[in-house]
């Protein structure tokens, strides 16, 4: 099934991009990022920010904002039966030079697992001017992940 992602969330000046891979089939479903209840990307944000977690997805935009992240995914589309990046495959990648260019304030990418850095890999060359981080994904199939244990890896973000 042919999957497409979203536009991108944007800051006035963002500081770093987040890439994911593709969204899955819920938060296609609610035309939200990481909209899976166990996926825990937004708890993980909320907590590094301090910030009581909320379910309001105006609230979690409006931190990510707050905190100068962008949030985009490397696939424009793909073929993916369900929602486990092991099924992507026919990728159309997103212009994601043409934002970088557009928004020379980002200074950090930060790819959400390693399924968004081989896509990115596969389909861009990584700049010089920009550093590259790859964190454990926030995906409930990233079982082998306590939340505790993500919070300690995605704490980069905030340097």
């Not at 497409?4 to 963002?14: D, G, T």
């Not at 909320?54 to 696939?75: F, G, H, M, P």
Request: proline share 8%; glycine share 4%; with cysteine.
């Amino acid at each position: 099934m042919l999957k497409q992602s979203f536009a991108p969330i944007l800051p006035l000046k963002p500081r770093i991009l987040i890439l994911g891979s593709l969204p899955g089939d819920l938060s296609i479903a609610k035309n939200q990022y990481y909209a899976h209840p166990q996926n825990r990307f937004w708890k993980i944000l909320f907590a590094l920010f301090g910030k009581e977690f909320s379910t309001d997805y105006a609230q979690r935009i409006a931190l990510i904002k707050e905190n100068q992240i962008a949030l985009w995914d490397v696939c424009a589309s793909a073929i993916r039966p369900g929602s486990m990046d092991t099924a992507i495959s026919e990728v159309i990648p997103n212009p994601i030079p043409l934002l970088l260019t557009q928004h020379p304030t980002i200074t950090k990418i930060i790819f959400n697992g390693q399924k968004a850095q081989k896509l990115f890999d596969k389909y861009f060359q990584k700049q010089d001017n920009l550093s590259y981080i790859t964190l454990p994904s926030s995906s409930p199939a990233n079982a082998q992940f306590s939340i505790d244990k993500l919070l300690q890896h995605w704490e980069i973000i905030k340097i």
